[in-house]
């Protein structure tokens, strides 16, 4: 069980809020996290790489010159893959990279990755709740006020993102938005602040605290 800060949108403190999720246990969360990483790293792997063996590439019907009699070595056709345009020897074919994982595991590897980013995790009530329009300024000043440095990673978690805060954010590179329910554990790694709304906090706790 963690305690989390809350600040309101001006960067003061405004009350306490508890994270209680199960981790799993120090001797084996390391490979269950790093593992949970791979498998999110080869899903996004695209497996669409291809290349033409010799029976795939066009041409190469005829024999290229007389068998003997040239001085030359024997050769049957011009798409062996001894030759330029020919074919690829063992080069890639179109496959997926899927690492199997079973849905357990990864729930467990989740909550750890998230739990061990505890200290790096700010707590905001009302997170741009008064952007009535787009404006990526009140974005940056807001993370100034909240002590983030500029040019930080930062993981915006929200319970139910407003099209609003979406366009406010889309333009800061190193800001990137999720909603609460959709996390995963290459980016609570991957960012150097974790900026939580207090509504999202609750969220987390009710779809990732039932394990």
């Known amino acids: 069980m963690a305690d989390c800060v809350i600040r309101d949108w001006q960067g003061k403190e405004a009350g306490k809020a508890a994270l209680d999720l199960k981790v799993a246990k120090e001797s084996s969360a390391t490979d269950l996290v790093h593992r949970a990483v791979l498998r999110q790293l080869a899903h996004a792997r695209q497996g669409t790489a291809s290349t033409l063996t010799r029976a795939e590439v066009a ?9 003997k009699g040239t001085g030359r070595a024997r050769q049957g056709s011009i798409r062996t893959p001894l030759r330029p345009g020919g ?3 063992f080069g890639p074919k179109p496959r997926t990279y899927n690492l199997a994982m079973n849905r357990k595991e990864r729930r467990l590897a989740l909550r750890t990755a998230l739990m061990s980013r505890v200290a790096d995790i700010i707590v905001v009530e009302g997170f741009g709740a008064d952007l009535d329009t787009p404006k990526t300024q009140a974005i940056t000043a807001a993370l100034a006020r909240l002590g983030i440095e500029a040019g930080a990673k930062v993981l915006v978690i929200l319970d139910n993102p407003s099209e609003v805060l979406r366009k406010s954010m889309r333009n800061l590179e190193k800001v990137k938005l999720i909603a609460a329910d959709q996390l995963n554990v290459f980016d609570l790694l991957n960012a150097s602040h974790l900026l939580v709304s207090k509504e999202a906090l609750a969220k987390i706790q009710e779809v990732y605290g039932d394990d």
Do not use: H, S, T
């Open 59 to 67: 041409g190469g019907g005829r024999k290229p010159y007389k068998q």
């Open 87 to 89: 074919g690829v020897v």
